[in-house]
């Protein structure tokens, strides 16, 4: 066990509201020589969090989790309204991972009356999640920017299930010279291969039973594509294959440049292949490497 985790082992969870009390207590951590990680999240924790904060605890002596849930990046009312909650869970979650501070601030903390600035990354947040989502990405980088500010972590963690979110986060960082470290964890998944996310659990039970179909198929439609072939027509045949797997709207099936998100005919290193899909009122989305 790491110095890092062995102390970690040893502390409580505090719970912060204000942004003055998160800088007071990261600045207490510093002054004692600690290195500090912080892990954004909306809530609703999963196993997948978890494996953020089991990442972050390797690498720094403190972890920050906040819990905000931004309306900013939601572009419709509705997913924002149904967006799963239970702070006492998560709360209790954090404890046993080991972390040390969460941070849930209010919406006027984050969004006092006046707010009026906005981070927006070009050319990244064009494609894929930004095509459908228009204003989605200046949400997030406007708060991932915020709360870096606010913390000012030695590193911060990102899930690669969100793959376009962790590049515009890595962009906006470096663009705006924020000195933190973007580091990215794999996507974690159940047993059949659902990628986790706090949103399967609006998923009704026939559609949680479809839902698995769409890792299935990307590791089939990326077998081919590894494989040479071209990726108009694999791509055409694998919209089919989600269609026939009850997946009733398709958001974009496409190959990318997993640095530049630049669309790609053939795979080529390092190729990735996005998806998002809805089954009824929930929008799936994952991604994987095409080696
Ligand atoms: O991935 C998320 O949960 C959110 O987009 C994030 C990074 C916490 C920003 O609100």
């Known amino acids: 066990m790491s110095g890092a985790q062995e102390k970690n082992n040893r502390v409580k969870l505090a719970v912060s509201r204000s942004v003055a009390d998160l800088r007071r207590i990261v600045a207490g951590w510093r002054a004692a020589g600690d290195t ?34 931004n309306p900013t990046q939601f572009d419709d009312r509705a997913d924002l309204a149904r967006y799963p909650s239970d702070i006492g869970r998560d709360t209790r979650l954090l404890s046993e991972a080991g972390a040390d501070l969460l941070f849930i ?10 707010f009026a600035t906005a981070v ?4 990244l947040t064009a494609c894929l999640c930004g095509a459908t989502r228009p204003s989605h990405f200046d949400g997030v980088s406007t708060i991932v920017s915020k709360l870096l500010c606010q913390a000012a972590p030695d590193a911060a963690f990102f899930g690669e299930k969100d793959y376009q979110q962790l590049l515009v986060v890595r962009r906006a960082a470096r663009d705006l010279d924020i000195p933190v470290r973007i580091e990215s964890v794999a996507t974690a998944r159940d047993a059949d291969g659902l990628a986790l996310s706090s949103r399967n659990a609006n998923l009704s ?6 839902a698995p179909a769409l890792y299935r198929i990307l590791c089939e439609l990326a077998r081919a594509l590894a494989s040479g072939g071209p990726a108009k027509s694999i791509l055409e045949q694998g919209r089919r294959m989600l269609e026939d797997a009850g997946f009733a709207r398709i958001d974009y099936l496409e190959l990318r440049d997993g640095e530049t998100l630049a669309a790609l005919d ?6 990735r292949l996005f998806a998002a899909a809805w089954l009824g009122s929930t929008r799936l989305i994952d991604n994987i490497s095409v080696a």
């Open 36 to 69: 500090v990680a912080l892990v954004p999240t909306m809530g609703a924790l999963h196993e997948g969090h978890l494996a953020l904060v089991g990442a972050a605890r390797a690498q720094c002596h403190r972890v920050a989790v906040t819990i905000f849930v």
């Open 266 to 271: 053939r795979a080529r290193p390092p190729a």
């Open 205 to 210: 039970r026939e559609d949680r039973a479809r």
């Open 120 to 123: 927006t990354v070009s050319g």
């Open 105 to 114: 601030p209010a919406q006027e903390e984050m969004y006092p009356p006046g």
